[in-house]
């Protein structure tokens, strides 16, 4: 094994960082997604391009009538909805993203703390998972997955996170 870590430095090096990125998410406790922008030296971009790049993936998977789609980004609250309590309550509002695209947000109360009076015109960032309607989709997994099945989602509204 060590013949071929020498002859391989890239192997070496990637070894390396995985083990450094193992011992740093446990010793701090960063995430997986800080990690990897760490390990291969990428800048965590800035809201504004993670809300932009959101944006646009929220519209290529309307226009291809795509769902299960996990999407980061961020709007501003069009309209706020009366809880939908039937089965697991959800607090929803229509999100405008900053494309003019709409989305529901139907987020689980149940599982995750709502956002306390949320008013039109404040912003919302999202990480969950788009699915497809004609009326321009819904955002939903915006919580902790308790079963840990799925994609931990989130929604961050005045600095701070509801998950």
Do not use: C
């Amino acid at each position: 094994m060590a013949d071929v870590l020498m002859k391989k430095p890239s192997l070496l090096f990637v070894l390396l960082v995985m083990v450094a990125g193992g011992i740093l998410s446990q010793q701090f406790g960063w995430r997986s997604e800080e990690i990897q922008r760490i390990s291969l030296g990428r800048p965590q971009a800035p809201l504004s391009a993670e809300a932009e790049a959101g944006a646009d993936i929220i519209a290529r998977a309307f226009a291809e009538q795509q769902s299960d789609v996990q999407v980061a980004g961020s709007g501003r609250v069009k309209r706020t909805l009366p809880d939908d309590n039937k089965g697991s309550r959800h607090q929803r509002f229509i999100l405008e993203l900053d494309n003019g695209h709409t989305v529901l947000v139907a987020h689980n109360i149940d599982l995750a703390p709502r956002i306390p009076r949320l008013q039109r015109g404040e912003r919302v960032g999202f990480y969950g998972e788009y699915e497809y309607n004609p009326q321009g989709g819904v955002i939903h997994w915006t919580h902790r997955d308790p079963a840990g099945r799925h994609a931990h989602g989130w929604l961050e509204h005045q600095g701070k996170r509801y998950q």
